[in-house]
């Protein structure tokens, strides 16, 4: 075989009288052009030789074709019409055509196999068709073909869900034929030959009805109400219901034109394009800017984690869930014994649930040993202490771990803003040292991000961008500042927050309007859950770093509740009350921020639009994402739309704060800015615009699309990331950029303001 053969990634081979067509595409066989340039070029060689009685379709490698290449949706012209007539070709032929599945046969893959007249699959094959995870519907007839095999109510359920099925139920379903033991080739060649030999006739879905029987007549009416209202900000729900609507009522090439115009509206609605920039933003995330070629992650078997409350004991358990033995130390023995009550409680909880089996529950806490004494902590390979977010104690943890834990351990720290270059330099190890920020809930969100501090080792890094991987989350890595990316943002939209509270907008409203916005959870309810107290103390140490404004009123709100013991959900009231678990507004709340606002002289109002709201909230939050870029602490945009997205709640279907900003519009973010300037006034510079962005939107250019100058040696690619290409990347900065020095009198009035209404250790 010549290279220029092996380059093209579709063959045909004679074995006897069948033809063996096969797609070798690495790593997961996706479709490409080359792959369906390919695939129209055998097929047309096994149309032209009709000393071929049948053709097995089959791939090499790990799997099927496991799915298209999603760039392709952005191409202008994009069509799914040439990929479509492959198959019509395929489905038409005289002559047999059996598709042999195996590892994961997704999307345009199962289209590939629907068309065929046969499908076996070997045992562990898993099926699917996950466009509406893009916002899409499946394309190439999927939405045809499935209800026609297996039925509309499961076609249905599959496409909306986007969740695949093992070949066991596939076959049930009528899905694929026959389950088939042994290596795909062979095992799909025994089956053809069976096929030749007993005469069988090709068997087209396109031809068949798809069955209904049993559904009721309003089957789809209801469908697509629920999708149109449930599900409301995407799209491709209802269009999948009228596409499935579409096989089940009409001949296949009317519902083929329903398909097709469908998907064309799908592909170019704002949300599936936000949904596909999020899908490569996940995928560009693992890629470590800056590491040297050769790395690999350090043994990771057993790891520690210190402080077991709202967060150390769900760090605990999403170790333990993947598997990793955990010491969890203590401070207080009733703390201990807290927080492992509360551990047991929720996967108690989750069994209840059907989530886990009892054996599971026994096996997890079988993995967690709790302990006060730090020295059990000496054989672990990692150790991430989760204690109160105060930098002194913090301090004195981390000098601690570093002089308990063992050579090579990684130690790191879970704080939310606090400066990690200075806890690495406490703990006397700073090479072995970086952040892992987990959100809360840790065992559930699906965000780490991975401070680098600048004496950060590689090998150190690229463990917690596998640990993250084991721990089925997402890792973003980020520079140091003040809050990282996602507090360091969050603090700019919690500071309007409170302004628009003490300006007379209750949290309710606040909470509800941001949610119609699309974030999951509103600002008020946000901090509840976290802990009023960890919200507060993130203001407070920051103070204590001299980070704050001058701005008596900055944050008074959060300070206040603090000071008056009112922690959020765990103390019973926060913003809201929680008298039976449930937030219920609380006018105490409001009489507190209308209280503040007088104070500080805030100026109430009467005529706050949602819009304005919004617009408070969400053009800082941008403005913030800019500064973050231009001052290197993120190394992409698409990383802070993967962590607001992954971790703050922000909608994916918005694509995220950056994507969002381009679909605003920079030059109107701008404008919103320096209107807020004027009417709010700006003695602290809270709206001060980002140069980059001020000049982005001067000349037209999408904030998206900014990348930092080319470092002067192009960084190779990250290992962390599986058949990864080679991208160049900007390096993060190390300078300081946002904790300033010590300068306690500035804010001496906010310091000394609240007092803990609990020791902290
Ligand atoms: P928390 O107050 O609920 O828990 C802190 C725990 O640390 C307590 O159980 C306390 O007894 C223990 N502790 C204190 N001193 C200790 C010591 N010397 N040794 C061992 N244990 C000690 O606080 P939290 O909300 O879990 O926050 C912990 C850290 O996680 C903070 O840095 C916080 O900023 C960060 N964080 C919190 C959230 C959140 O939503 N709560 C989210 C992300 C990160």
């Known amino acids: 075989m010549s290279d220029a053969d092996k380059a093209v990634p579709v063959s045909l081979v004679r074995h006897g009288r069948i033809g063996l067509l096969c797609i070798d595409h690495p790593p997961v066989n996706a479709l490409s052009v080359a792959t369906v340039a390919g695939l129209d070029a055998k097929v047309a060689a096994f149309e032209a030789d009709s000393s071929l009685d049948g053709l ?60 065929c007249h046969y499908r076996v699959a ?58 088939v033991p042994g290596e795909p080739l062979a095992a799909g060649l025994h089956f053809l030959e069976g096929l030749l030999e007993g005469l069988a006739p090709p068997r087209r879905l396109s031809t068949l009805s798809a069955p209904v029987a049993g559904l009721p007549p309003d089957f789809f009416a209801r469908a697509l109400q629920r999708a149109t209202q449930e599900r409301a900000r995407y799209p491709a729900a209802a269009a999948i219901v009228q596409a499935v609507e579409a096989a089940a009522t009409l001949p296949f090439a009317e519902g083929e034109a329903v398909e097709a115009a469908l998907l064309a509206a799908c592909v170019a609605s704002p949300e599936s394009r936000a949904l596909r920039h999020l899908f490569f933003a996940e995928r560009q995330a693992a890629r470590v800017p800056g590491l040297p070629s050769g790395i690999t992650p350090r043994a990771l078997h057993t790891a520690g984690v210190v402080g077991a409350g709202t967060m150390g004991r769900r760090i605990a358990m999403s170790l333990a869930d993947a598997g990793l ?72 943890v981390c000098a601690r771990l570093g002089q308990t834990c063992k050579p090579g351990a990684i130690i790191a720290t879970n704080t939310s803003t606090l400066d990690v270059e200075v806890l690495a330099e406490a703990c ?22 991975v401070v680098r501090g600048s004496a950060t080792a ?49 949290p309710a409203r606040l909470d509800a309007v941001m949610q119609a916005y699309g974030m999951a959870m509103g600002p008020c309810r946000m901090l509840d859950l976290a802990g009023i107290d960890t919200g507060a103390r993130i203001v407070l140490e920051y103070g204590k770093a001299g980070g704050l404004p001058p701005d008596p009123a900055y944050r008074a709100v959060v300070r206040t509740l603090f000071m008056l013991g009112r922690l959020g959900c765990k103390s019973g009231a926060g913003y809201y009350r929680y008298p039976d678990g449930e937030p219920v507004a609380d006018p105490e709340t409001e009489r507190i921020c209308a209280a503040l606002g007088r104070a500080h002289g805030i100026a109430r109002r009467t005529d706050m639009t949602d819009a304005e709201i919004i617009e408070r909230l969400i053009f ?67 709206w001060d615009i980002s140069p980059l962005l001020a ?24 290992a962390a990331a599986p058949g990864g290409q080679a991208q160049g990347h900007a390096p993060i900065s190390h300078a300081p950029i946002s904790f300033p020095p010590d300068s306690r009198s500035v804010q001496s009035r906010i310091q000394s303001g609240p007092k803990p209404p609990q020791s902290v250790h």
Request: aromatic content about 6%; glycine content about 12%; overall charge negative.
């Open 428 to 449: 006397g190890r700073p090479h072995d040292f970086a952040g892992l920020h987990f959100r809360n809930p840790a065992n559930g969100g699906r965000l780490i991000e």
């Open 122 to 179: 070997v045992p562990g094959t898993r099926v699917g068709l996950p466009e509406i995870k893009l916002g899409l519907l499946p394309g190439s007839l999927g939405s045809q073909r499935l209800p026609r095999a297996c039925g509309a109510d499961l076609a249905l359920d599959l496409m909306l869900s986007g969740r695949m099925l093992d070949a066991e139920a596939a076959l049930a379903a009528g899905i694929v034929d026959a389950l």
């Open 458 to 506: 590689p090998d150190v890094l690229m463990t917690a961008m596998h640990l993250a991987r084991r721990l089925g989350k997402v890792a973003v890595v980020t520079g140091v500042c003040f809050g990282f990316i996602g507090n360091r943002m969050a603090e700019a939209y919690l500071r309007e927050s409170e302004f628009l509270l003490m300006e007379g907008v209750s």
């Open 56 to 115: 097995l379709i089959w791939c090499a490698g790990r799997t099927f074709v496991a799915g298209g290449d999603i760039a392709q949706f952005d191409a202008p012209d994009f069509t799914a019409a040439p990929y479509n007539r492959i198959l019509a070709r395929i489905e038409a032929s005289e002559r047999l055509v059996v598709a042999v599945l195996h590892g994961t046969a997704l999307g345009g893959g199962l289209e590939l196999a629907l068309a």
């Open 620 to 686: 800082p939050l941008i403005n913030e994402a800019a500064k973050l870029l231009e001052e290197g602490v993120a190394c992409r945009p698409a990383d802070i739309d993967m962590v607001w997205t992954a971790g703050y709640g922000f909608p994916d279907y918005l694509g995220g704060p950056v994507w969002q900003a381009d679909s605003i519009g920079l030059p109107r973010v701008k404008a919103g800015l320096e209107r807020y300037a004027r009417l709010r006034g700006n003695p602290y510079d809270y």
């Open 325 to 396: 033995p955990v010491t969890l130390v203590e401070a207080s023995g009733a703390a201990l014994a807290e927080g492992l009550a509360s551990v047991r409680a929720q996967y108690e909880a989750s069994a209840a649930a059907g989530w886990l089996q009892p054996d599971q529950v026994a096996r997890r806490m079988g993995l967690i040993a709790g302990t006060l004494d730090y020295g059990a902590l000496a054989g672990c390979e990692l150790v991430i202490e989760a204690v109160v977010e105060d930098m002194a104690l913090k301090q004195q």
């Open 695 to 718: 000049a982005l939107a001067q000349s037209g250019q999408r904030l998206s699309d900014w990348s930092a100058p080319p470092p002067a040696a192009e960084a190779p690619a990250d």
